[in-house]
């Protein structure tokens, strides 16, 4: 297919999609009365369950099982000059996840220690971010569901939401400003004494944690702050009334109650934060450590797409398996997350 | 310890709303006491007062003597339950009755016998592991008392707890509650704008209107002897008629009404040229004429046979509000028709007349 049909084709589909789904929808409402509580053919109509079938089903497939599968067959293939594609040296292999392990194709007896702690370094940095944002969003969901009156809620709320307006590379520069060497805090805290000499903090990577760390804040509050909502205030008064200081109310009312909230917001930052790219890149230091940008780099630096697949699918299983045992230890179900 | 409930001169502000106004009365250790009042009057807000969950803008709440001023509803000996229960929904009912227990570090052994004792006391032995969901709404009622006992509390505060439930079960839990208030022997503070509820169930009860506390006594005297205008329309059927006094004397008194001069006890000391309000029971009446000042003529609306009484509804000086007349069977007298004009009367003894105030809305 040449790019110039590709190319439209990507552009007019959607469009074609929701023309024809107008269409159908419009006939179907003129033919057929009010959709009362029946099941799914009966309450489109043949035509349109048969479409919407096809529709979400061909874009399942087309946008996210096959690139997917495309990418988890492309790991597991030697990376090969165009010519040689599909000859007889393009066998299935390990050998890119034994480069991931060993930093080499053949060879077994040195671990890639580069690679091997970045992962383990992000892995280990996006739990800790995802509980330090969870630290940091519990209170203000709390605050936000149980205590202020709608009048402060709506500055809040716009407060928490106005900065994400700005996308999310501005945001990050904005934070290399500030944390550059000659930047605003720097100049700040010299200006009041409390430093001499400046301090390096995208070097030492606090610029980068303090941008992960924002970046995917309002993720963890909307989940928490609609579970906390739900709960009845006289329950939290009924605890206070039976004695309960406030942190057992805390943690064995509000949070038992939220769990479903917690739940949502901290695996979406956890695989966020996980798997961000532009922080790393903006934020991290010469020496900083973020797999992600290791990951970019086999795609288009070293130009080894097989190489960049296993990557990227190593980086998913973990995150999703981590998720899933997490779920499991707090005894909660995935289908609690989406209420 | 004694543990009565004082309230000094508490007046609750909200802004510049005033909730409840300058509420002085004592609750003995060991009584059931009730406030009983209309939506709106103030009721919760006294209870979160007692419970700590509001301070008073003015005035003190004294339990067993202390001043509770800056002590929080955790360290009160109060358990209030709540109007909607606020059940713990995640938690069992063992683990619901046992919460206020695990807060205070008692170990699991004696909690679990503590809350078998206390299933035991609600009558629902075995129950423990039961859900929250799974209960009925009396289930629900009798562990959220439990729950409140568990901690031992000298004063359990109780915000119409029964409202939420049908007739039927509303009336056994009235002698359930009783039954336990009995047992266990601890003040209870019950709300209820129900009064059938608060004249069955309580020792004494106060009665409120718009954040004033009108009348505190035990249930026959605020039936018999009302002091106010709200709290004799209030508490029982009453008809008001509302007129100028005309004479006052011998502890009796005159109102001039719309519909003639009407004679009562003079309790409050009206005095000539007063507006005043003269009540009489629908049971006072009787059929016939009789003294002057002590009778009243009127057409009858309607006739409601109701097995063993009659009621009948007289035009009254209020259009809106019939004179309501209740004629027991068996009293002789045949039963005029409706439409007809008919002579009712009363004695003078049993009516009362009160300084004009505002009445209880029907
Ligand atoms: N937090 C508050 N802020 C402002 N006004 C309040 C607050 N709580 C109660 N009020 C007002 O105080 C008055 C008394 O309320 P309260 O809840 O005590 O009534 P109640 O007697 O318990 O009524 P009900 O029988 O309907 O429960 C009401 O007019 C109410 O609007
Ligand atoms: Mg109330």
Redesign the pocket.
């Known amino acids: 297919m040449s790019s110039t049909v590709g190319r439209i084709a990507i552009v007019l589909l959607p469009l074609l999609v929701i023309a024809v789904f107008w269409a159908m929808s419009a006939m179907e409402r003129r033919v057929a009365g009010h959709p009362g509580e029946r099941g799914f053919l009966q309450r489109n109509g043949a035509a349109i369950s048969l479409y919407l079938i096809l529709a979400v089903g061909i874009w399942t497939l087309l946008l996210i099982v096959l690139p997917q599968l495309y990418m988890v067959d492309f790991s597991f293939h030697p990376k090969l000059p165009p010519a040689q594609r599909g000859g007889e040296r393009d066998v299935y292999t390990l050998e890119n996840y034994r480069y991931f392990i060993y930093g080499s194709t053949v060879r077994t007896d040195q671990l890639n220690t580069v690679h091997l702690k970045a992962f383990f370094l992000t892995i280990g940095a996006s739990i800790f971010i995802t509980a330090l944002n969870f630290a940091i969003c519990y209170p203000i969901a709390y605050y936000m569901a149980q205590v202020a009156g709608p009048a402060r809620l709506r500055v809040l709320l716009l407060l928490l939401i106005v900065p994400y307006w700005i996308n999310e590379i501005l945001r990050a520069f904005a934070l290399r400003v500030i944390f550059g060497v000659n930047g605003l805090l720097n100049t700040g805290l010299m200006a009041i004494g409390v430093i001499s000499d400046p301090i390096d903090f995208i070097g030492q990577d606090i610029a980068l944690y303090t941008g992960l760390s924002y970046a995917y804040l309002l993720i963890m509050v909307f989940p928490l702050y609609n579970a906390i909502e739900s709960l009845d205030k006289n329950q939290i008064e009924a605890a206070r009334d039976l004695g309960a200081p406030w942190w057992h109310i805390h943690l064995n009312v509000v949070m038992p109650f939220a769990k479903p909230g917690i739940a949502a917001g901290c695996t979406l930052v956890f695989m966020l934060t996980a798997g961000a790219l532009a922080a790393p890149l903006i934020l991290g230091g010469p020496k900083s450590l973020w797999f992600t940008p290791i990951v970019y780099d086999r795609f288009y630096q070293a130009f080894n797409w097989n190489q960049g697949s296993a990557y990227a699918f190593i980086l998913l299983l973990t995150c999703i398996a981590f998720v899933l045992v997490v779920l499991k230890a707090f005894k909660v179900s995935l289908g609690e997350i989406t209420r | 310890m004694s543990a009565d409930v004082e309230l000094d001169r508490v007046t609750i502000r909200f802004g510049s709303f005033t909730a409840v106004r300058n509420a002085t009365l004592k609750i003995n250790n060991g009584e059931f006491f009730s406030f009983l009042g209309p939506s709106g009057c103030g009721?919760?807000t006294i209870l979160r007062t007692i419970s700590g969950f509001l301070e008073p803008s003015e005035g003190a709440v004294r339990i067993g003597g202390r001043d509770m001023r800056g002590i929080g509803p955790n360290k009160r000996p109060t358990a209030l339950i709540f109007?909607n229960l606020a059940l713990f929904p995640l938690m069992s009912v063992a683990e619901n009755i046992g919460y206020g227990l695990r807060v205070r570090g008692v170990p699991g052994e004696a909690r679990r016998r503590r809350v078998d004792e206390l299933l035991n006391l609600i009558a629902m032995p075995g129950a423990g592991d039961k859900l929250v969901s799974e209960l009925s709404g009396g289930m629900r009622q009798r562990v959220a008392i439990a729950r409140a006992l568990a901690v031992e509390p000298q004063v359990l505060l109780l915000?119409?707890p029964l409202s939420a439930l049908d007739l039927k079960l509303r009336q056994h839990m009235r002698n359930e509650l009783r039954n336990i208030q009995q047992r266990v022997g601890i003040t209870f503070i019950y709300?209820t704008h129900d009064q059938g509820e608060a004249l069955t169930m309580s020792d004494r009860i106060a009665v409120m209107n718009a954040g004033v506390i009108e009348q505190v006594g035990d249930g026959r005297s605020i039936y018999d002897r009302p002091e106010t205008a709200f709290v004799a329309s209030f508490v029982g059927e009453n008809n008001p008629f509302e007129g100028r006094v005309v004479a006052a004397e011998n502890g009796h008194a005159v109102i001039e009404s719309p519909v003639g001069r009407l004679r009562g006890r003079n309790r409050r000391a009206v005095s000539i040229g007063d507006p005043a309000v003269l009540f009489v029971r629908p049971e006072i009446f009787a059929l016939g004429s009789g003294h002057e000042d002590g009778s009243l003529e009127s057409e009858v609306l309607n006739v409601a046979f109701e097995g063993n009484t009659t009621h009948l509804f007289l035009r009254g000086p209020d259009p809106k509000k019939p004179i309501m007349v209740s004629v027991p069977r068996g009293a002789g007298s045949s039963i005029p028709e409706q439409g007809s004009r008919t002579a009712i009367r009363f004695d003078p003894e049993d009516a009362l007349v009160l300084p004009a105030g505002s009445l209880a809305r029907e």
């Open positions: 009721k919760t109007q915000d119409e709300i």
